[in-house]
Nanobody, 114 residues
Framework: QVQLVESGGGLVQPGGSLRLSCVAS????????MGWYRQAPGKQRELVAVMSSGGITNYADSVKGRFTVSRNNAKNTVYLQMNSLEAEDTAVYYCKSTWLKDYWGQGTQVTVSS
């Protein structure tokens, strides 16, 4: 059974930082591209950042220079370091694994507010 479990969300003030983690089980983690997506209320889910199995990264323009995606294949974990957070970053953040089939986590809430 495949599971992706996100953690690390919470309430943070504008300008603050959070680090999200996503632990995967039931897949050969190193073969999968791992991505972070987010969905704000009333909006469509959008790509935030993705890292291929080979370590190539891609970011949404809105987070370039502020967010960093990384992975530890030995721990079956992908991370999203989020700095200089803005109110517009408020959303539920989802982890996704992509290879022969896509799998999604359940999401973690990030709220940026003073």
């Amino acid at each position: 059974q495949v599971q992706l479990v996100e953690s690390g969300g919470g309430l943070v003030q504008p300008g603050g930082s959070l680090r999200l983690s996503c632990v995967a089980s039931g897949i050969t983690f190193s073969l999968y591209a791992m991505g972070w997506y987010r969905q704000a209320p009333g909006k469509q889910r959008e790509l935030v950042a993705v890292m291929s199995s080979g370590g190539i990264t891609n970011y949404a323009d809105s987070v370039k220079g502020r967010f960093t995606v990384s992975r530890n294949n030995a721990k079956n974990t992908v991370y999203l370091q989020m700095n200089s957070l803005e109110a517009e970053d408020t959303a539920v953040y989802y982890c996704k694994s992509t290879w022969l089939k896509d799998y999604w986590g359940q999401g973690t809430q990030v709220t940026v507010s003073s």
